[in-house]
């Protein structure tokens, strides 16, 4: 039985703003599912003594000096911008927020 | 765009809002850090640079960019959590709160999610008649800042009618920490009060604690007001709105208050309070519906793979808490005991925002009781004349010190240490030099009041004759023809010694 469906694609391809077809929804459901799946066999060989982790590397408290360093020139920064002025980047207008 | 609650109700007056629902906040107070880098990158962040001039890769979400935390940033939320009596995590975790929105260069915000590096905290709240509150803290988590957006085309710079918009990367990637509160009840009639107060407390703290330049106006503190009614205290939560950006002491009261008369007409006309976000307007106090909160709420968190977690060291937490200034609170408290005000005295002082202006002025070798007369008197009544803040005055607490040991030392009087102020307010110097280059000092030489005393005596034989005859009470006449002479500058006592004395010699 099938663990992602239709509809869950398509929610989540909204949310990240991609366009999917009918098509391929139905495609990525399946292909979801499948990665899904494989990832749920690690559960058979986790134990109570395994902790969960949300990273493999054994390390913490990695810090930087609070310390500048030189920033991007400006003319860097906007070449690659669709479009400047005054320095900045120039959007379309924004929607739907306010 | 739907505003589901766009229709006008009826505004329910406060007070009567109040008697017959029970208000319920949750506050939600970023503060900006004041480190010299952002929170992921070793870009400068300053006020007022210009635009995209303190940027990195990281800072702009380019490709294959990786983020380092700023381990200042760490110290500065550990100890933010500590003042406000929080737990610090054993461990935590960043995560990426996904949404899309221009000034988010990276498509995600990097924060805190389950793992909040401060939990369990509350912090005592006083309100100006020294009631005190218990706000419970749920959390304080590490995050960054986004961009500014600038709208162009619309009326004021407003989204609504905008053509495009204009983005400033400075911002993006500033350290943030944000403290959220558990749901604040019990307040009553006083909820709007007590959210002032609140976050006038917090960022008391964050200065103190020298974390931040918490500046309200260059929106370094930024609070999101969450408020509810319900019939009354027994009754569950009721829906919450929450007012995004209230950005000064007196908005976030005023806020509170228009919602919880907004709220009452909606549940007075039998209306459901729709659970949204809405922005808050300077200009009459009103708040207006932004998005509804339910439609876009997936933000799809997930721990943050690009980062390892932040596992403080228990020697590390214990370090940072016993270096902690004494917080603001507490201060109070002391001065207040070793001041011996009593305790509307000590509000107004808190009040009138003179705590730090006596504090000084003591230290410049004044007694308390002379520097509160001076801050909360004469000085505050200027203050008021010219509209300013007391520490806005063109006079510190050292030349108020030193005008005040003129005075105890007998080198000027009262009445000429309102002239030697308006000497230094005008710019002349110091007291010292505003005495000396007016000519106010007192007339101590002996010879020179004798001279105007006897001219005083030889004017008025017949008070000579009354105090001869044992009645001191005409004296006075005298006194006063001689403080004439001097331009008051003469030490009254001393001149009443000498008067005696001529009369009896």
Redesign the interface.
């Known amino acids: 039985m099938s663990t992602i469906s239709r509809d869950e694609v398509a929610r ?1 391809a909204a ?3 991609i366009d999917l077809s009918p098509e391929e929804v139905d495609r990525f459901a399946g292909e979801l599912d499948v990665i899904v799946e494989s990832i749920a066999r690690v559960r058979e060989v986790a134990t109570p003594d395994v902790p969960a982790t ?2 493999p ?1 054994p ?11 030189p ?2 020139p ?1 003319a860097d ?2 070449a ?1 911008a669709p479009d400047a ?14 | ?1 739907t505003t589901t609650s766009a229709t006008p109700v009826a505004l329910v007056d406060y007070d009567d809002a109040v008697r017959r629902y029970d208000p319920v906040l949750g506050i939600e107070v970023h503060v900006e850090l004041g ?3 952002k929170m992921f990158c ?3 962040q300053s006020f007022g640079a ?8 990281v800072s ?1 979400g ?1 490709p294959g960019a990786l983020p ?7 110290e500065y939320a550990i100890r933010i959590g500590l003042a406000l009596n929080c737990q610090i995590a054993e ?1 935590c ?1 960043f995560a990426r709160k ?1 949404y ?3 000034d988010v260069p990276k498509n995600f915000q990097t924060s805190q999610y389950d793992e909040p590096i401060a939990f369990d905290g509350w912090l005592d709240v006083e309100l100006e008649d020294g009631t005190v509150h218990r706000v419970e803290i749920e959390r304080a988590h590490m995050e960054e800042d986004a961009g500014k ?4 085309g619309g009326a004021a710079g ?3 009618g ?8 400075n911002r993006a990637g500033v350290p943030l920490v944000e403290i959220v509160t558990r749901p604040i009840t019990g307040a009553g009639e006083r909820a709007p009060e007590v959210a002032r107060a609140y976050v006038q407390a917090l960022r008391d703290i964050f200065r103190v604690l020298d974390v931040s330049e918490a500046r309200m106006e260059r929106g370094n503190v930024r609070a999101d007001v969450n408020v509810s009614l319900r019939p009354t205290a027994d009754s569950p939560l009721g829906t919450r709105t929450e007012t995004k950006n209230v950005n000064s002491f007196r908005s976030v009261e005023r806020a509170v208050r228009y919602e919880i008369s907004r709220q009452a007409g909606l549940l007075d006309a039998g209306d459901t309070v729709v659970q949204e976000t809405r ?1 808050f307007h300077e200009d009459d106090g009103s708040t207006s519906p ?2 509804v909160k339910s439609d876009a709420e ?1 933000y ?1 968190y997930f ?1 943050e ?1 690009d ?6 060291s228990r020697a590390w937490v214990e370090e940072i808490r016993a270096t902690l200034p004494e917080l603001p609170q507490a201060r109070r408290r002391r001065l207040h005991d070793e001041w011996g005000f009593a305790d509307a005295e000590m509000r107004d002082v808190v009040n009138a925002g003179a705590l730090d202006l006596i504090e000084a002025t003591i230290a410049a070798g004044a007694s308390p009781a002379a520097a509160r007369k001076w801050w909360m008197g004469e000085l505050a009544r200027r203050a008021k004349q010219s509209e300013v803040e007391l520490a806005a005055l063109a006079i510190t607490p050292a030349q108020i010190g030193e005008l005040q040991s003129l005075v105890d030392s007998g080198r000027i009087n009262d009445k000429i240490a309102r002239q030697v102020l308006d000497g230094v307010l005008a710019g002349e110097g110091d007291p010292e030099q505003v005495v000396v280059a007016r000519g106010l000092e007192v007339v101590s030489d002996d010879g020179a009041l004798l001279a105007a005393i006897d001219e005083a005596l030889a004017a008025q034989p017949d008070v000579v004759e009354k105090v001869r005859g044992g009645n001191q009470g005409p004296v006075g006449a005298i006194i006063g023809a001689v403080m004439k002479a001097t331009k008051g500058q003469a030490d009254a006592k001393r001149v009443r010694e000498l008067v005696l004395e001529r009369i009896a010699g």
């Open positions: 989540v949310l990240a703003r949300s990273h590397l390390m913490t408290n990695v810090f930087r000096e609070d310390v500048p360093t920033a991007l400006v920064v906007l690659a002025e005054d320095g900045r980047f120039a959007v379309p207008q924004i929607l739907g927020e306010e | 765009m480190t010299r880098t070793s870009a400068e210009d635009p995209n001039t303190q940027t990195t890769p702009l380019l380092v935390v700023n381990g200042t940033a760490v461990s975790r996904n899309f929105y221009p957006n600038t709208h162009v407003r989204i609504h905008a053509e495009y918009s204009l983005v400033d990367y922005h932004g998005r997936d799809r721990p793979p980062l390892v977690p932040v596992a403080p």
